[in-house]
Nanobody
Framework: QVQLVESGGGLVQAGVSLRLSCAASGRTFSSSVMGWFRQAPGWEREFVGAIMRSGATYYTDSVKGRFTLSIDNAKNTVYLQMSSLKPEDTAVYYC???????????????WGQGTQVTVSS
């Protein structure tokens, strides 16, 4: 089992930056990929980005150039640095752990509880 705990969400104004953290514990060595998804009210959970333990990253088009993923393997923590936030970034952000880079939520085995990000205009 892998336990994931997100933190760092909040209410911010458009244009500012925010950093989310995802701390993993348990059998972390079994998961080689950490992903972030988000879900806005009335919408399905969508892929945001993913990072491998090697540091390789992949992002959905809507956040490229604004969001940056990083990983601290020693701390088993993944960070999602979000810049130039827009109201449409408002959602609950979820951290997930899996075996391979994928945009499909079904490919991730473990999930955190989510952290709310609200961007006001």
């Amino acid at each position: 089992q892998v336990q994931l705990v997100e933190s760092g969400g909040g209410l911010v104004q458009a244009g500012v930056s925010l950093r989310l953290s995802c701390a993993a514990s348990g059998r972390t060595f079994s998961s080689s990929v950490m992903g972030w998804f988000r879900q806005a009210p009335g919408w399905e959970r969508e892929f945001v980005g993913a990072i491998m333990r090697s540091g390789a990253t992949y992002y959905t088009d809507s956040v490229k150039g604004r969001f940056t993923l990083s990983i601290d393997n020693a701390k088993n923590t993944v960070y999602l640095q979000m810049s130039s936030l827009k109201p449409e970034d408002t959602a609950v952000y979820y951290c997930a752990a899996g075996q391979r880079i994928s945009t499909w939520r079904g490919d991730f085995d473990y999930w955190g509880q989510g952290t709310q990000v609200t961007v006001s205009s």
